[in-house]
């Protein structure tokens, strides 16, 4: 019998998943998938990425952990390319190689003050409140009347929603612990979202628009003179018309106050950070739209300025990848050069997600994109492309084993997981929330190898 196509995916967040799940549902190819990530749990943005009051968007994870379950599926956590294994040894040892590593860099504002204490990246809040390792010892200034969120993104809007939020309602989620405690101690009373183009430009989704008031138990403030009459509604896209029309109703009615209230305001950039050691405050410009050569409408300073008091100022303004070392990669999109996943210029190699087409679209958006690859790479198969390994060079998932645990009793393998999310689920139903999320490498490790937790 022909011995299965063997094909590495490197990341294990939603990309990477709907690949291995695409792979492994083609009947007429006999494939062996193995995943490998660089934490210690899989998932990616599903349990870093998605806020802790979005459970049903999180509830993805169980398509994932059927896919988990195949017995051609072997996941192998804590193991980070370009630390533990290299490009070379991966392809020395599998048919083809495909990268799903997203884009977990942030993008900078390019503005004097960035700088300063009190000035800080979402994509770091965000991994902050989710229990992601790299974030876990982070501190921010809750300590503040005012934060301002710069960027009409869902993610501008994940960070406010969790500072107005009521800290009972968080409690009742898989939020980070560290996260909650700090929470409850926040003098933040108001959040200013900021957007630098107009009402009709904002890149929200109308649930997630839609959902605040009932989410934070207050209203949300809009100068009912940016929403009431936008100019040419007739031309946005029905996204757009939609947003506007929550945007009105907002507008419209002063809705009880809860105990932290939400300011969206737009047509305001942010200008310049000004303190002494940390924010004090954000100096603000007031645009208007004007309609470039090529039809988009860009942000046109007026020369008006606006001065926001604050010690909080989180910048969501997108992600960003980074460069896969010996990949092509274009700087300007932050994304791996390829051609329908194929990475250009390289054998066996193949993207998808965020790394091959940048960071937009939902969860479900990886899917369509996974196929995409999958059908790149099994086509490329087929027509002798892509060529795969001689017997000789065959590695058996005993040989992936034994090379990945030799000398290092830390990987992560899916049975470990399984110990690691049993652990956070049990915690979590003894407290009436979904999981309590173990947050320090450490102790996940612990968990993942059946040994004690040390209390530090
Ligand atoms: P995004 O949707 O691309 O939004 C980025 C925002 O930042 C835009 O409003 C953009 O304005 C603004 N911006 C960019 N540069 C700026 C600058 N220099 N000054 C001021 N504003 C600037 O990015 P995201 O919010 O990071 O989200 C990433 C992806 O994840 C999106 O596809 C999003 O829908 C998805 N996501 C989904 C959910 C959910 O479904 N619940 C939650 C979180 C994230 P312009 O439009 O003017 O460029």
Redesign the pocket.
Known sequence: MKPPLTVAIVGSGPAGFYAAGALLSRDEFDVRVDMYERLPTPWGLVRF???PD?PQ?KSVSSVFAKTASHDAFHFYGNVELGRDVTREELLDRYDAVLYAVGARAD?S??IPGEHLDGSVA??DFVGWYNGHPDYADHEFNLQTKRAVV?????????VARILCSPTERLATTDIADHALAALRHSSIEEVVV????GPG?????T??LRELPEFTESGVDVDPEQVLEAPDEATLPKLARRNLAVLRDYARSPAPRGARRMVLRFLR??IELRGTDRVEDLVVGVNELRTTDDGRL??ADTGLREIIETGLVL?????RGLPVAGLPFDNDRGVVTNDGGRVRDAEREYVTGWIKRG?????G?NKKDAVETVATLLSDLSTGRLIRHSEGLRHAHADITAWLTDGRKDVVTEECWQRIDAFERDAGSIVGRPRVKLCQTSKLLAVAHGREIESQ
């Open positions: 990425g998605v806020a979005h968007i993008r504002l390019g979402a994509v710069i960027g009409n993104g869902n993610v501008a809007l994940d900021l957007g630098r183009r430009q904002a890149a929200f989704t649930l997630e950039s942010p860009m942000a910048r969501a303004v997108g992600y960071p937009t679209g939902i969860i958006t």
